[in-house]
Structure formats: C-alpha cells, structure tokens
C-alpha cells in the first residue's frame, strides 16, 4: 500500500464534468493498492491517517491531526502509485505491482470506513475512472508512505 498525502486549503474532484467530491481543508491522499494488501495493512494506514499531526498549532508548529484541525480527507484510488518506472532502455511504466481492480476496489472502500469509523470525514473519488482534481495545497505539504 502506497500513498501520496498532502495537505490542502481545498480539493474539487470532477468526473466527465461534474463534480463528484469536495472538501475544505485537510488532506488529499491518492492511494495505490499493491498485490498482497491485507485488512491488516489498511487498519494501519487508516489509523496513521487518523493520527498524522501535519497541521499547524497556534505557535505554526505541526501538533495537530486532522480532527482536531477540523479538516476533512479526499481519498483518491491510484493505480499508478503502484507502479514502477524501472531501470534500462524502457521508457513505460510497469504495473504489475497493482492489485487487481476487485480486490483494489475493496480495500480503497476498507480504507475509507476505517478512517470514518475514527471520526474522520471521508470523500472519495470514483474507482477506475478518469478523474479531475483541483488542489490549493497548503505548504506545499506532502508525505510519501507505504505500509
């Protein structure tokens, strides 16, 4: 399990046009799902989620998790995160790390209610599809994990 975390004053997600999800401030995180993902590793990285204290105290400091900073999260599926750009002559990329979509799907879905069942709001984007996304980043913020 990969993911890109940033923080951001706004995040708009649009599908063919409309928009499909939105949140104020809090996290944008795009997640790849890896073959051989387990509950285990989502509880995990749900948990992490819920705890991240990447936003800004009354002294500027990074104290803060996302409930108590009154953000939201926009959790995004990305297959790509689970890619791998290679070495030698070739020029494209390798996805044979990514899990296959049913499986993906259902940990993406995992992930989501695990973070919610932390009192976490959670908007998602819509698995598989072509999506569009704006972003205000604060910072700019962001943190590579993988679990």
Avoid: W
């Amino acid at each position: 399990m990969r993911a890109v975390i940033q923080r951001t004053f706004h995040s708009a997600l649009y599908v063919d046009g409309k928009l499909i999800s939105e949140i104020p401030s809090g996290l944008t995180i795009f997640l790849g799902i890896e073959k051989g993902d387990t509950e285990a590793q989502a509880d995990y990285f749900a948990s992490k989620m819920a705890k991240l204290r990447v936003f800004r105290d009354e002294n500027e400091k990074m104290n803060l998790n996302i409930l108590q900073a009154g953000g939201e999260i926009l959790l995004v599926s990305q297959f790509s995160l689970a890619g791998t750009l290679g070495k030698g002559s070739g020029n494209r990329p390798d996805f044979g790390k990514a899990e296959e979509p049913v499986r993906a799907k259902y940990l993406y879905k995992y992930v989501t209610e695990k973070i919610r069942e932390q009192g976490v709001t959670v908007k998602n984007g819509v698995f598989g599809a072509h999506m569009y996304i704006e972003q205000q980043q604060d910072g700019p913020l962001s943190f590579v994990f993988e679990c």
